[in-house]
Every structure is written in C-alpha cells, then in structure tokens.
Nanobody, 121 residues
Framework: QVQLVESGGGLVQPGGSLRLSCAASGRIFSINAMGWYRQAPGKQRELVATVTTGVTTNYADSVKGRFTISRDNAKNTVYLQMNSLKPEDTAVYYC???????????????WGQGTQVTVSS
C-alpha cells in the first residue's frame, strides 16, 4: 500500500507565502512525475504544477512566476512554494504521484488527501 501525506496549508493574507509538502511512503519501487492540483468551490480540479524525474517543470499560466515546484527523491517528497498569493488561489490543493510499486508493475496514480489554502485579508 502507498500513502501520500500532505501538509502546509492554512490561512494567509494576500501577498503572503505558503509551502506545501507531500510525502509518499509504503511499497514504492520508483516514482515518475509528481504534481500539485487544486480545486476551488464549484470548479473542476485543475493542474497547478508538475515535475518529472528529470526535474522538468510545468506550471499553469495563472501561477507562473509565483509558485515553484520541487522534489526530494531521497525523501519521496514533492514541495510547492507559493509566493505572492492571491485570493483566487484559494482552493483545496492535492498532490498526485505517478509511481511503480514493483519493477515489472504498472504505472499507478495516487492522490493526497488534500490541504486547504485560503488567501484572505
């Protein structure tokens, strides 16, 4: 079994910063892409940022220049540094990890439980 544990959400004023973490644990052979998604009330879940094993990153246009995704392969952890936060960044943030549990196994997709980020004065 694989578990993803997220942390770092909370309430912050506009212009503030937060850092989200997502640690994967359990039976893991290898991790491919890692990413962050978010879902605001009444909206569909959307991609925020992804990072590959080769540390190639991809960002939604709405967060470019403000958010930075990174990963620590030794800790099976992905981070999202969020700066210059805006009220429209308010959402539940979910991490997603693509991994193999065994060498010849399929690529599987796991989601974190979600962490609330609220940007408000």
């Amino acid at each position: 079994q694989v578990q993803l544990v997220e942390s770092g959400g909370g309430l912050v004023q506009p212009g503030g910063s937060l850092r989200l973490s997502c640690a994967a644990s359990g039976r893991i052979f290898s991790i491919n892409a890692m990413g962050w998604y978010r879902q605001a009330p009444g909206k569909q879940r959307e991609l925020v940022a992804t990072v590959t094993t080769g540390v190639t990153t991809n960002y939604a246009d709405s967060v470019k220049g403000r958010f930075t995704i990174s990963r620590d392969n030794a800790k099976n952890t992905v981070y999202l540094q969020m700066n210059s936060l805006k009220p429209e960044d308010t959402a539940v943030y979910y991490c997603k990890v693509d991994l193999k549990r065994v060498y010849v196994g399929p690529l599987e997709h796991y989601w974190g439980q979600g962490t609330q980020v609220t940007v408000s004065s």
